[in-house]
């Protein structure tokens, strides 16, 4: 799997005249979008984590691109006006630290070039295409597949075996060796390309650096150099790449139930990667890297980690809950939805001792009342749900947490449809343990549950004689810890969406991706109110990802009838959850648009005003 990227992006396009003057060729707009801003978006849907961009002429550009792409490090080369690309190669260097693709910043392509170098097995790959007749060819020579020559010049060449698109694949270790070439000919070739630096080394040294060529005949894809190029890159290149990637994206299906959430395209096609077995260094270090990104999202990875299930949000709550309270402690459990509810299930199937601290389903709950039970001196241990998923009522943890924390109270928390959706700081929040899914607010595919813990509270779990085996939270942690591994096969391919998922949220950030919701939430709250709707929980008590809603008291209603009604236009929603009033669920998490929202808001209009409601 490749994690890193180079972009060239020093160069000065002096052939594009005025255009790149005072601006760097990457930054050209094709189909309203920079294309170094199309490949950096590329890359990042490809799984790379961190994309390098080597930057000279105008780099300020780069530097702005850079602030709204946490996975962009920009690096700067001082001497590009006289280096060749192989100089600001040289310069970035220094920070690959893995396996990366390497391309030009000019370049727009078929993100399917990326799929096909990410799954080859050979280590230095470059990609290659049929004939552009693009007229500013590099051609290949590549008898058997192996570089041996490429050129501008087909004259120079004994065979042409297509044409070097800019896209390549390479090993840390062979770009020391491009580093060392420049360096012992910096005198005689100061402008040297790195392309034809790959090209030499191999040459030199076929065996022990052997450069493959992948040829994709009927690529799509253009390097922008003059006004030519731009306007057939716009005329033809760019709706051929469109379309062929429009004919790999996946049925939209806007799902406005409470989880699982709809996820990207991107998401969903992590899934879709090599057999490995998941005892292998290199899962390994994926699960380890997954569960130190879970932990940063919430919290400080030198106090808290988290430990990882194969199973669904409840397994993290019962892992939880089984595991934290020892046979002496005394658990309160909140009452206030069926989320609660469960957790007070599971002490009971556990025989803990615990109490049921009952409060209503849609009103906030009494902090006072609850800090006269604290007062007692009863618990050991709180169990609470951040965010009831039954109404849509946000249980307010910001008081409750740190209220715990006085009387020296353990806190327990299910979070899962609340994680990752809004902004929390596990520290300040005085949350011991916190249980979440991969497939809510995170926007990765179901089946894995986790939690993340605070450390010394877990260590302390590990004297508690195991009351179960497979969810036992601290022996799950303690093998982890020693051979980075799980102890049980874990859902290999749901947890590589689940890493894609993770890069998607830092993307976004917990803060963005909270503003996006809550901007649809406000739009859904909008036309509630136009269409005379009542919502159960007060607006300010809601935590404006889930929003239940009173049916409407209309004999022609009919929830099903409404379900249908928006499923054929793609839109998936949810009965109620309480027994005794009649509601429904509209929930605006996941990879979801404003722009949806909307359409669903008329949607929903159509449907009331269908059968005379409105
Ligand atoms: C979704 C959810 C769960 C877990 O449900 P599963 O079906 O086990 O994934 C637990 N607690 C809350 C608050 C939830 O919203």
């Not at 390098?52 to 920009?74: F, R, S």
């Not at 004919?247 to 057999?275: F, H, I, M, W």
């Not at 609850?370 to 169990?383: I, Q």
Request: net charge negative; charged share 25%.
């Amino acid at each position: 799997m490749i994690k890193e990227a180079v972009i060239l992006g020093a160069g000065l396009g002096s052939r594009l005249k005025e255009k790149t003057v005072a601006m760097p060729k990457g930054f050209l707009e094709l189909g309203g979008k920079a294309i170094v801003e199309w490949s950096v978006q590329k890359l990042l849907a490809c799984g790379v984590e961190r994309v390098i961009i080597g930057t000279g002429h105008c780099h300020e550009y780069y530097d702005e691109l850079a602030k709204k792409y946490p996975a962009v490090k920009t690096v700067f080369n001082a001497g590009f006006a006289s280096a060749g690309s192989m100089g600001t190669l040289a310069v970035c260097a220094p920070c690959v630290t893995a396996d990366f693709f390497l391309l030009e910043s000019d370049l727009i392509y078929d993100a399917a070039g990326l799929f096909v170098l990410d799954n080859e097995s050979r280590k230095n790959v470059v990609l290659a295409s049929g004939a552009t007749y693009s007229g500013d060819e590099v051609y290949l020579e590549a008898p058997e597949g192996a570089l041996r020559a490429l050129s501008k010049n087909k004259n120079e060449l004994r065979s042409v075996d297509g044409e070097f698109t800019g896209i390549s694949r390479l090993t840390p270790v062979f770009l020391q060796k491009l580093c060392v070439y420049a360096r012992d000919n910096r005198n005689t070739m100061p402008k040297l390309e790195y392309e034809s630096a790959i090209a030499a080394v191999s040459r030199k040294a076929p065996h022990d650096f052997p450069v493959y060529v992948r040829k994709i005949e009927n690529y799509a894809w253009r390097e922008i150099d003059d006004a030519y190029h731009l306007q057939t890159a716009e005329q033809d290149v760019l709706p051929r790449i469109i379309e062929n990637e429009e004919c790999r994206s996946v049925r939209r299906e806007v799902l406005l139930n409470p989880g699982p959430a709809t996820t990207s395209d991107s998401v969903k096609y992590a899934q879709v990667c090599a057999d490995i077995c998941p005892r292998e260094n290199e899962f390994g270090d994926v699960m380890a890297w997954i569960c130190d990104e879970l932990t940063l999202l919430a919290a400080d990875k030198a106090a808290y980690e988290t430990v990882i299930f194969g199973g669904s949000g409840t397994a993290a709550d019962e892992s939880m809950i089984s595991s934290c309270v020892p046979d002496d402690g005394r658990l309160i459990v909140i009452n206030n939805g069926s989320y609660g509810e469960r957790l007070a299930k599971i002490a009971s199937v556990y025989k803990l001792r615990h109490t049921v601290f009952e409060s209503s389903a849609y009103e906030a709950l009494d902090i006072e009342k609850l800090e006269y039970e604290f007062k007692t001196g009863r618990y050991t241990h709180l169990g609470i749900v951040y965010h009831e998923t039954t109404t849509g009522l946000l249980n307010r943890i910001d008081q409750i947490g740190p209220l715990a924390k006085k009387y020296n109270i353990v806190t327990i928390v299910d979070a899962v449809s609340a994680y990752a959706g809004i902004p929390m700081d596990l520290e300040k929040l005085g949350i011991d343990f916190m249980a979440s899914t991969s497939n809510k607010n995170i926007q990765g595919v179901a089946g894995i549950g986790f939690v993340i813990c605070k450390k010394n509270e877990l260590e302390k779990t590990g004297a508690i004689p195991m009351r179960n085996y497979y969810l036992n939270l601290y022996d799950q942690y303690a093998y982890f810890l020693k051979n980075r591994q799980t102890r049980f096969t874990p859902p290999v391919q749901t947890l590589y969406a689940l890493r894609q998922a993770i890069l998607e949220t830092r993307q976004e950030t917990v803060e963005g991706r909270y503003a996006r919701y809550s901007e649809c939430w406000h739009i859904l709250v909008s036309a509630i109110k136009k269409y005379n709707l009542k919502m159960l929980v007060k607006e300010k008590d809601q935590s404006r990802l889930i929003t239940s809603i009173m049916d409407p008291e209309t004999p022609h209603y009919s929830f099903d009838a409404l379900h249908d009604y928006a499923c054929k236009s793609g839109f998936t929603i949810y009965p109620g959850k309480l027994g005794n009033i009649n509601t429904f669920r509209i929930a605006n998490i996941g990879a979801i648009q404003p722009s949806e929202m909307r359409r669903f808001a008329e949607l929903l209009g159509g449907y009331l005003e269908s059968i005379g409601w409105r």
